[in-house]
């Protein structure tokens, strides 16, 4: 089996690392590919333009995966109307403050993930048997939404996860569900970060610290090889934050 490891593509221990790919029990959390990071329009709030290269990957990655058995869950970014998320909240995010000191100006931002708004539209393929999780509102998919009650309600023990960026929300993500016991996937070449650098330290952090890092095809490969469809919740659920 192969993994990118710190930045090098080598053969990993089967014995070791194969229950962290293989299924049964598995999900595909796919993170934040909507307009708002997406979209071509100069008002993009908070462009992440190498992302857009991967939407047909994403979608051509998870119609195989959906032919395995494999469930997908997209998870987006959506804050109220209102504010109190962020903007008018106690606790801003701190991300916004440090983009617009430190990134080119960003016409757009306030209009961020605002729910309703056409920059919460997905741009990746969203099936009817697809799940959605749409009530992120920091770095993490994992936090303040339900994504880990809906693992744990399906019986999943190991993610995959794709999307961007890689550098900043990927990446939260690996850790928390590190953190809370799932073993991690993190599709390289399904991912994006805010450049090639970021995005190739993101995925060498990954490989060393949360889980393993593999390219889409030899994930697929994996799955392939376990023989029958796999079925969510046919084995033992996460149990707590140290279930392996």
Request: glycine share 8%.
């Amino acid at each position: 089996m192969k993994a990118i490891v710190s930045g090098t593509e080598k053969e990993i221990p089967d014995a070791t690392f194969r229950e962290w790919v293989s299924f049964p029990d598995t999900a595909i959390i796919s993170i934040d590919m909507h307009e708002g990071h997406l979209s071509e329009d100069p008002m993009c709030p908070c462009p992440a333009p190498r992302g857009r290269a991967i939407i047909e990957p994403i979608d051509a990655f998870h119609r195989k995966a959906r032919a395995m058995g494999v469930p997908v869950i997209h998870v987006r970014s959506t804050l109220r109307m209102t504010g109190e998320d962020d903007l008018k909240g106690r606790h801003p995010a701190a991300w916004r403050s440090l983009v617009t000191t430190y990134a080119d100006p960003l016409p757009g931002i306030e209009e961020h993930a605002l729910e309703g708004s056409r920059w919460t539209e997905l741009c990746t393929e969203v099936l009817a048997e697809d799940l959605l999780v749409t009530t992120k509102r920091r770095l993490s998919p994992f936090y303040p939404t339900d994504l880990d009650f809906l693992l744990r309600s399906m019986g999943v023990k190991r993610v995959v996860l794709n999307g961007g960026m890689t550098d900043c929300c990927v990446l939260n993500g690996a850790f928390d569900a590190s953190n809370l016991g799932y073993r991690v996937c993190v599709a390289a070449d399904l991912t994006a970060g805010t450049d090639e650098a970021m995005e190739q330290a993101a995925l060498r952090m990954v490989s060393l610290h949360t889980g393993v890092v593999m390219r889409a095809e030899e994930i697929l490969r994996v799955w392939a090889e376990t023989g029958a469809a796999p079925g969510v919740g046919t084995a033992e659920a996460v149990g707590d934050s140290t279930a392996a």
